[in-house]
């Protein structure tokens, strides 16, 4: 089954979004195109890799757009799940974080079952979060003051947790790449 994927800036940089039939499998942020390709082919390096949009890659990026200029809080979008149950069940604990809120990596423990609360497995499950935004792991940080992993950055994560604690409505161009 081939790889669909599109490339297009955004206002915390290029940003990735790649799909099967089945669903949204990568959305991945980065300075330049070559990153993003690299971690697209280290990802997927058996499939057919195609740069082309399709009605869910064009649905996902509207749904980015709205997010970026303040008009969508989540994300509604068919998901192809890869990664172990652990990961998984992380991931959508995450992902019921509220916008606009910090929760402490203690707090989102309390929420997982036995095997899923250790640190360790809380950091790995983040630095395979395939999925920026829609995963919201920039809503997580390791102490009251600071910020925790984010695997696109702290740079990244400090903008995008100031732009959910006030958001304002602006208007982004997202231009795919030619």
């Known amino acids: 089954m081939p790889v669909e ?3 297009q800036t955004s206002p915390f940089g290029r940003l990735l979004l790649a799909a099967t039939s089945e669903g949204l499998l990568l959305a991945s942020f980065a300075d330049d195109d070559s990153e993003l390709l690299a971690e697209l082919t280290e990802a997927y ?3 057919l890799l195609l740069y082309r949009s399709n ?3 064009d649905q996902a990026f509207a749904q980015y757009q709205a997010y ?3 008009q969508r809080q989540q994300f509604e979008l068919p998901i192809a799940w890869h990664g172990s149950a652990q990961q998984q069940a992380i991931w959508q604990q995450i992902s019921l974080i509220p916008f606009g809120q910090q929760w402490s990596y ?10 899923y609360q250790a640190a360790h497995a809380i950091n790995q499950a ?3 979060n395939p999925l920026a935004l829609i995963i919201p792991c920039h809503r997580l940080s ?3 003051q600071g910020l925790g992993y984010y ?3 702290r740079v990244r994560q400090q903008q995008l947790c100031d732009r959910e604690a006030s958001p304002v409505i602006a208007t982004y161009s997202m231009e795919m790449m030619s």
């Open 55 to 57: 009605a869910l890659l």
């Open 142 to 144: 390791n102490s009251p």
């Open 126 to 128: 983040l630095r395979h």
């Open 5 to 7: 994927y599109c490339i």
């Open 151 to 153: 695997r696109w950055g």
């Open 106 to 115: 203690q707090q989102l423990a309390q929420t997982l079952s036995a095997p």
């Open 45 to 47: 390096p058996d499939r």
């Open 68 to 70: 970026f200029s303040g």
